[in-house]
């Protein structure tokens, strides 16, 4: 239990810094064994909601781009992170 209870979710707000949440969507193929390098994604976030939905949506909007046919061909998967990132 904690000792205190935060009105906001964002923590940075109590320690004097600002958080923005980063998305990276990783592309991998079980069928190669392998992923390709982390994409880091241009919007950054003010919270990890908004980053895990985008998360979600966009990993869905690339496998449809690729298609049923490539998808199951190379058993591609994608993996993502939502990660603070600390500014000032």
Not at 32 to 37: E, I, R, T
Not at 38 to 61: A, H, K, L, N, R
Request: proline share 5%.
């Amino acid at each position: 239990m904690f000792p205190f209870i935060l009105i906001s979710s964002n923590i940075g707000e109590f320690i004097g810094l600002s958080m923005k949440i980063i998305l990276t969507l990783i592309l991998c193929s079980y069928t190669s064994g392998s992923c390709l390098a982390p994409y880091e994604w241009p919007t950054q976030y003010d919270d990890m909601y908004d980053c895990m939905m985008s998360g979600y949506e966009q990993s869905m909007i690339k496998m449809e781009s690729m298609g049923k046919d490539d998808v199951n061909k190379h058993q591609i998967y994608i993996r993502f992170t939502c990660m603070p990132l600390a500014t000032t």
